[in-house]
C-alpha cells in the first residue's frame, strides 16, 4: 500500500500497487465490527455486490479479505478522481457557482448520518441517509448546504441535532414521489429509513411512471 486518499465513516482507503496495476484498497476500521451486529453481514454483502457486477462502469472488484475485526478489506480497480471531479470537469471549479465554498470541506463529511456524527452506533442505514443526500443533490443540482454560509462544525451541529437538511428540489407536479423517496431516506430515526432494496423498487416504479408519461 501506498498513500491513503481517502476515508469515511466505515473505512480508510489506500492506493496500491498489484501485479503492476493501480489499486485502490477499502480498509474497514475494525471498531466499525465492535460497535455493529450486523458489521461482518453487510461488509460480506458488499463483497457479494461486487462480485456479482461486470460492467464497465462499475468498480472491478480485485481481492478482499473478511477475518474481523482486525482484517476487513476490498481491493478494487483505482480511479484517478471522483465522480464530482468528473461530473464538474474534471475538477475544475467556478467561483461563481459559490462550489469553491465548500472545498475544505472533508470528502463525505456532508453526506454524514447524524448518528454517525454523534458517535453512536450505527448501520447500513447510514448509507440509506447518504444515498438521500446524493439524491438530492444529482435533482437539483446543487451542493448540499450550498445555500447556507455555515461551515463544517456549524452542519454538523445542526445534522445531528435534527435541525437541517439540505435544500429539497421544487415539486413540478413531477418529483413528488422522488422529493418523498429523499425525505424517507434521510429520516432523523434511522430504523424508519428506507431499505436499499425498497429503494431499488422505488426507483423502478418511478422509471416507469416517466416512461409511460413521455409515451402519452
Known amino acids: 500500500m501506498q498513500e491513503q486518499v481517502g476515508q469515511g465513516?466505515?473505512?480508510d482507503i489506500y492506493r496500491g500497487s498489484w501485479r503492476g496495476l493501480d489499486v485502490a484498497v477499502k480498509c474497514i476500521y475494525p471498531d466499525y465490527f465492535h460497535s455493529n451486529e450486523s458489521g461482518v453481514s453487510f461488509f460480506a454483502q458488499e463483497i457479494e455486490t461486487l462480485l456479482r457486477q461486470r460492467h464497465p462502469f462499475v468498480l472491478r472488484l480485485m481481492?478482499?479479505?473478511?477475518?474481523p475485526p482486525e482484517?476487513?478489506?476490498i481491493?478494487?480497480?483505482f480511479l484517478s478522481m471522483t465522480l464530482k471531479e468528473w461530473l464538474h470537469g474534471h475538477g475544475e471549479r467556478r467561483k461563481e457557482s459559490g462550489i469553491a465554498s465548500l472545498s475544505n470541506f472533508p470528502g463525505t463529511y456532508i453526506y454524514m448520518a447524524p448518528e454517525v456524527i454523534r458517535g453512536e452506533p450505527y448501520n447500513e442505514k447510514c448509507d440509506v441517509y447518504s444515498f438521500g443526500v446524493i439524491l438530492n443533490e444529482l435533482i437539483t443540482g446543487n451542493h448540499p448546504y450550498i445555500e447556507t454560509d455555515y461551515g463544517p462544525a456549524k452542519i454538523a451541529l445542526?445534522?445531528?441535532s435534527g435541525k437541517l437538511r439540505p435544500t429539497l428540489p421544487k415539486d413540478d407536479g413531477q418529483l413528488e414521489?422522488?422529493?418523498?423517496?429523499?425525505?424517507r431516506s434521510w429520516d432523523e430515526d434511522a430504523s424508519m429509513r428506507l431499505s436499499f432494496a425498497m429503494i431499488t423498487c422505488t426507483l423502478k416504479k418511478i422509471?416507469?411512471?416517466f416512461i409511460?408519461?413521455?409515451q402519452l
Open 63 to 67: 481481492g478482499a479479505c473478511l477475518d
Open 158 to 160: 445542526e445534522v445531528g
Open 9 to 11: 465513516s466505515t473505512a
Open 71 to 73: 482484517n476487513g478489506w
Open 212 to 214: 409511460q408519461a413521455v
Open 207 to 209: 422509471r416507469e411512471r
Open 177 to 183: 414521489d422522488l422529493i418523498d423517496l429523499i425525505c
Open 75 to 77: 481491493v478494487t480497480e
